[in-house]
């Protein structure tokens, strides 16, 4: 079963013109219990507004959200502030979000506070035990954010999304701002934590490479919409649609050949206004003229393999039944 | 697409020809100093070395990556060749930049006006901080060519009309007319990159130039550069963290760390090959270079900003890979055993 189920997720925002921005359009997906799905895109995908509305962080316009059996779209106040111990964020910029005035030991106490988990002293206990898990130094607690390096601070970060023992984290470009060299002691870092804690992470990034290294299905987002999602190394092995392949191998790679790419044209079209049928049609080199009618449903292709979704046109979708 | 670089052959001379540079040797000619030569340099913020005895060359046609972490130096290195460092709290102690055989370090800061532009430009990160907001594109693209060129206004804006159309703007005559706040980033980098090589300079330093961009527009604007230089004979000297991106794009690398270059070679030869403990452990620790899921092997420790860079060689608290001298004395950068072209900074390398 799963731990997190999207059905028909759209979030629109309004416009500053009147156009209304389609951020999200009628996402549906799953997450299982301890798995890590990887969601990548380029900026304005939608990947983050996903992310966020999958927390109701930010409030879904219309579809379904399940966790743990329980369809938190429904829920008020007293009920996600229950459901939140157990779904938690860490974002790009650790400092950005570690309040400065407050001491490491209180920054990571805090969801512990907030929810009225624990005397002063297991809280105590209960931060030294999360310092030593995120591999910071003994005496972290009684000093100030500003204190420690970016790489540091990330650690803080995940310490406190790890407080209440959550079953579910969102990381939002949680290693995009990072030095290579520490950037890899980040991944091993969550590698390590979902292993021994049995954490799903919702992994975003518009970082392929590393979306690869820790995802076990990826998820391609493009002007709000999953184009095609399936496990990792069918989606790095065997990409489907033409958007993911372009984007493969758009990454620069050591011993990878410029004449071997895909190369794209164009940028990602303005989410107030989509282009009618399938969005990347415009940029797509292998665009027919069914792509800039009809919208391409998101499925399994005929002559696909199982759980590989994808949506487009050259790929037709088996039909049902 | 080849009127540019037949321009600055006929405003030049010694400039190489569109057939010359593609043939261009890999690394610099022996016999002729290349174009651009950092001697020695040296720059102090506040009694601490920054960057340290950095020597690098680039020659016409070349692409050379510096690359390094955050805190290595890299970016005050780009800023001191066209003397926009921040002086007198950042400034140039010892060494010298040499722009055909003529020391920038040297030149009253009049002349470095006509250096700017003219012979060397610079592009940066993020567009939108060095773009004007309140002037339309062709204004900004236009001024430059008013600045460095005998045109008339109407001249130039016909000039940065093709200018914007070379570097791949889409609807260049409508662009002119527009803000800065009305493209994309991507599009915002290609009216940089008109406008730093309105004069045909003959050194184009970038600064991290894609780092803010999406993938797929990375590779637009990195492709953009490459065809420019190799068309027009310019050399680029590329700043950035992206290893890949050096890989794919550049003709030789420097590696920097702790303000020193480590090692220098040919990106391919470094590639293959990298003899610098730090080098292999960076590329080593890449999630590309290793199986999906597997425990990557990561460099402990953290980058020392300047001032608290340790004795001896910058790495060796964070070295796999140590010896006795390493903490003792700083390892000189010297050719590495059989390849006379790459040079490493280490007392073990690999």
């Given at each position: 079963m799963s731990l997190l189920s999207a059905r028909n997720l759209s979030k629109v925002f309004p416009g500053k013109g009147g156009a209304p921005i389609r951020a999200v359009t009628d996402v549906s997906l799953d997450v299982a219990p301890g798995e890590v799905l990887g969601l990548v895109g380029e900026s304005g995908c939608g990947k983050s507004t996903l992310g966020r509305s999958l927390l109701r962080l930010i409030e879904p316009t219309s579809g379904e959200i399940t966790f743990d059996g329980q369809d938190i779209t429904v829920l008020g106040k007293a009920g996600m502030k229950k459901i939140r111990r157990d779904m938690q964020i860490v974002f790009q910029d650790p400092f950005g979000s570690l309040n400065p005035t407050h001491r490491v030991g209180h920054v990571i106490a805090e969801p512990l506070i907030v929810q009225g988990v624990g005397d002063k002293a297991t809280r105590r206990a209960r931060v030294a035990e999360l310092i030593d898990l995120v591999g910071l130094p003994e005496d972290a607690a009684g000093r100030y954010p500003h204190e420690f390096s970016g790489g540091q601070r990330q650690r803080i970060a995940i310490a406190r999304a790890l407080a209440l023992d959550p079953k579910l984290i969102v990381a939002d470009e949680a290693v995009s701002a990072l030095d290579v060299s520490i950037q890899s002691q980040i991944v091993n870092l969550i590698s390590d934590l979902r292993a021994r804690l049995n954490l799903a992470i919702v992994f975003i990034s518009h970082d392929l490479s590393v979306i690869r290294h820790v995802s076990d299905r990826i998820a391609v987002m493009y002007l709000g919409r999953v184009v095609e999602i399936g496990p990792a190394e069918r989606i790095m092995e065997n990409p489907q649609h033409p958007y993911t392949r372009a984007l493969l191998s758009a990454i620069?790679?050591?011993?990878?050949?410029?004449?071997?790419r895909v190369r794209l044209n164009g940028e990602v079209p303005d989410p107030s206004a989509p282009p009618p049928g399938c969005a990347f049609h415009g940029r797509c080199p292998q665009v027919m003229e069914v792509c800039r009618k009809t919208l391409p449903p998101l499925g399994q292709p005929a002559d696909g393999e199982a759980h590989h979704e994808v949506a487009c046109h050259l790929h037709p979708v088996a039909a049902h039944g | 697409m080849k009127e540019p670089g037949a321009q600055i052959d006929k405003r030049r001379g010694q400039y190489m020809t569109n057939s010359a540079v593609q043939d261009r040797p890999r690394s610099p000619d022996t016999g002729q100093a290349p174009l651009l030569r950092l001697e020695g340099l040296t720059l102090g913020a506040g009694g601490n070395a920054v960057v340290e005895d950095v020597t690098l060359d680039a020659a016409a046609g070349e692409m050379v990556g510096l690359v390094g972490e955050s805190g290595c130096g890299k970016s005050v290195t780009a800023l001191a060749i066209l003397r926009l460092l921040a002086e007198p709290q950042i400034r140039p102690t010892a060494g010298r930049v040499m722009l055909d055989g003529r020391d920038l370090l040297s030149l009253p800061m009049r002349d470095m006006e006509g250096v700017r532009g003219n012979d060397v430009a610079m592009i940066f990160q993020e567009p939108m901080t060095s773009l004007n907001p309140v002037l339309t594109v062709g204004d900004q693209v236009s001024e430059a060519i008013l600045l460095h060129r005998d045109v008339s206004r109407a001249g130039a804006m016909e000039a940065a009309e093709a200018m914007l159309a070379k570097v791949g703007l889409p609807a260049p005559h409508r662009a002119?007319?527009?803000?800065?706040?009305?493209?994309s980033g991507g599009q915002r980098q290609r009216v940089m990159i008109a406008i730093a090589l309105a004069c045909g300079p003959r050194l184009l330093v970038a600064d991290e130039p894609t780092t803010a961009l999406d993938v797929t527009v990375q590779a637009q604007i990195l492709d953009l550069l490459d065809d420019l230089r190799r068309e027009t004979g310019m050399a680029v000297l590329l700043i950035t963290h992206d290893l890949g991106v050096v890989a794919q794009y550049c003709d030789r690398v420097a590696v920097m760390y702790g303000g020193r270059i480590v090692e220098q070679a040919p990106a391919d030869a470094l590639f293959a090959h990298p003899r610098h403990r730090y080098s292999q452990a960076l590329l080593a620790t890449m999630p590309a270079s290793n199986p999906p899921g597997a425990r990557l092997p990561a460099i402990a420790g953290l980058v020392p900003p300047p001032g608290k860079r340790p004795p001896g060689c910058a790495y060796h608290p964070r070295c796999a890979h140590p010896v006795e001298s390493c903490a003792a004395r700083m390892p000189p950068l010297a050719p590495a055993t059989g390849a006379p072209d790459h040079s490493v900074r280490c007392w073990n390398p690999a």
């Open positions: 620069p790679r050591i011993g990878a050949r410029r004449e071997d | 002119l007319g527009r803000y800065p706040h009305e493209m």
